[in-house]
């Protein structure tokens, strides 16, 4: 069920995909957060490939598993890109996810871009499928200051009476250094059942040609949980 609903989105917006287009120019220049990042730039061009892998870790004396994810993300269209992600928990895959993302274009003279992300998760051990919608809001707002901002809902369970939507927030805060560096705050929020905040200043560098890292340290706490540091790296490659 959740493939047909892919498939039937992915149509829907490949379809409508030249009305998205620009040139890559047109777009503000905005970094990805490092936690809850986007599929491909929103700038992205027909035929970019990425390949990424995040990793998650408790920097305290925690049980909690190290939780790491690669995926593969591609732009099937000019403003319009599908990923493939594999969560991990330790040695164990946790889940399979699948994700669409649609620039809509532009606004306040090319400072403001705008789109959409759809999120499809499968929980292997419950075997049971989950969405998730958010709307994007990214502004240059200087040649260094720069936001991104997704708000929308998420672990919505169709036709399941243990559905347990809530809002998703995700803002991010980031400043550009010297030599393609950029420091950020990515502030992220859930409010379902098992949800929480985590804060997660961060830093992004570049190590070779097409080969980018992002760092970051901070703080997360999970509903009912108390608070505990939190550390995590994420290595891109782009083709």
């Known amino acids: ?33 490092m936690v809850f990042d986007m599929v491909r730039p929103m700038s992205a061009r ?26 593969v993300e591609y732009a099937v269209a000019d403003g319009f890109a599908l990923e493939i992600e594999l969560p991990f928990e330790g040695t164990r895959l946790a889940e399979l996810k699948m994700g669409a993302q649609a620039t809509f274009g532009t606004m306040d003279r090319g400072r403001i871009v705008h789109g959409v992300q759809f999120l499809g998760i499968y929980e292997r051990e419950s075997k049971r499928t989950s969405q998730a919608l958010l709307y994007m809001l990214g502004r240059r707002h200087n040649e260094r200051l720069s936001t991104m901002t997704m708000v929308g809902v998420g672990d919505v369970r169709l036709g399941q009476s243990e559905s347990d939507a809530g809002l998703l927030v995700n803002h991010s805060t980031f400043y550009d250094l010297a030599r393609a560096r950029v420091v ?7 409010s ?13 560098a570049p190590l ?19 608070a505990r540091p939190v550390g995590g790296v994420r290595l891109i490659k782009e083709f």
């Open 208 to 226: 070779a040609d097409k080969v980018n890292v992002q760092l970051g340290a901070g703080a997360d706490r999970q509903r009912g949980e108390p």
């Open 1 to 33: 069920m959740f493939s047909r609903r892919l498939a039937a989105l992915t149509l829907a917006i490949t379809t409508a995909a030249p009305a998205f287009a620009a040139e890559a120019n047109a777009y503000p220049d905005i970094p990805e957060p």
């Open 46 to 71: 027909r035929g970019e490939l990425e390949t990424n892998v995040l990793a998650l870790s408790p920097l305290s004396g925690q049980e909690r598993a190290l939780e790491w994810a690669p995926e």
């Open 184 to 190: 950020g705050l990515e502030v992220n929020y859930k």
């Open 192 to 204: 379902h059942r098992d949800g929480g905040i985590a804060l997660i200043p961060q830093f992004h």
